[in-house]
């Protein structure tokens, strides 16, 4: 009882925000108090079948225990076999829920999506989907968020700009996201003063939001669209550092590495980071292939000289 009560006190520390890191971050940690728990726990089921007169029913609490446990553990788990799968069951458990309606239509549109285009079955599914959440909720940001995913799909930047902005205005807890659309949308309308506008939408953000991964990505996404590849690259490396598991900064830093001319680094990360990169868009991933396999028609590009590169990301997350 005293290991199970001071380690999970000692493991939760990094929880208890006496260490500045995200709360992403944080989170993963809580998996960390269950370990003395556990120990705790299944010395009490030997200990309860410590008399019994066959060695081998000794284990039987243990046994039996691990097995209700993981019945259930396994018939919970199933909702998360997808996004699709998780959200159908949000809506399938609370049709009330605003939030779960949103999410399901951006799961929809995600998996609907074409690299050009958007199919209008899927178009009108995902807006009724995200309707029907405004209409729960109108003053949630999620359902805004999918109406102007949508809007961009179907490349209606007018609305896309307006849908981010009410997000913005809506989402007073988490305005991250809308803020990075609304600075990349920024660069695709016409007029001077866009760029002012997308560099001061992006100082807002990282501000107010120094651990978002998204923002961090979509700003060195615009930088490198502004010729600004020094902070470009720092950060893809921060918004890397912060959510290790995402495809978008790698992916987005190796086609810089690529437009620097630095193909050594470029390749050793393509390798390094194969298994994620496999998650990428295929778009995404058949230009970085083309891109790669013409840096290595040039006479001055060296295997051994990509296998010894630290890469595009030196210091690992």
């Keep these: 009882a005293c290991l199970a009560i001071v380690g999970t006190f000692l493991l939760a520390l990094p929880t208890s925000n006496l260490i500045g890191m995200p709360n992403m971050r944080a989170d993963r940690f809580m998996y960390l108090p269950s370990v003395p728990l556990v120990i705790v726990l299944a010395a009490g089921l030997l200990r309860l079948g410590r008399d019994a007169r066959e060695p081998s029913l000794r284990w039987a609490p243990l046994a039996i225990v691990l097995v209700i446990q993981g019945s259930f553990g396994l018939a919970e788990a199933r909702v998360y076999v997808s996004n699709a799968t998780l959200w159908r069951a949000a809506v399938r458990r609370a049709p009330d829920s605003a939030r779960a309606h949103a999410m399901l239509g951006l799961d929809r549109l995600a998996a609907g999506r074409r690299p050009d285009r958007v199919e209008s079955e899927v178009a009108q599914r995902v807006r009724d989907q995200c309707e029907h959440a405004r209409a729960l909720d109108p003053l949630d940001e999620l359902p805004v968020l999918c109406l102007a ?66 923002l961090h990505a979509a700003a060195g996404r615009i930088h490198h669209r502004l010729c600004d590849p020094d902070r470009a690259m720092a950060l893809y490396r921060r918004a890397r550092t912060l959510r290790p598991e995402r495809w978008e900064p790698v992916a987005w830093g190796v086609e810089l590495a690529l437009d620097l001319g630095e193909t050594a680094a470029a390749h050793r990360t393509w390798w390094a980071e194969h298994d994620l990169l496999a998650g990428a868009d295929p778009v995404t991933r058949d230009l970085l292939q083309r891109r790669l396999a013409e840096a290595r ?21």
Excluded: N, T
Excluded at 297 to 317: C, I, K, N, T, W
């Design 297 to 317: 028609r040039d006479p001055a590009f060296s295997p051994l000289q990509s296998f010894f590169s630290p890469g595009v990301f030196p210091d690992e997350p």
């Design 149 to 214: 995913e949508l809007a961009v799909a179907e490349r209606d930047w007018v609305a896309a700009d307006r849908e981010f902005a009410l997000a913005v205005e809506l989402g007073f807890d988490r305005q991250d996201r809308p803020i990075a659309a609304l600075a990349q949308l920024a660069l695709d309308q016409p007029g001077e003063d866009q760029r002012e506008r997308a560099e001061a939408l992006l100082a807002r953000g990282l501000s107010a939001y120094p651990y978002s991964p998204d």
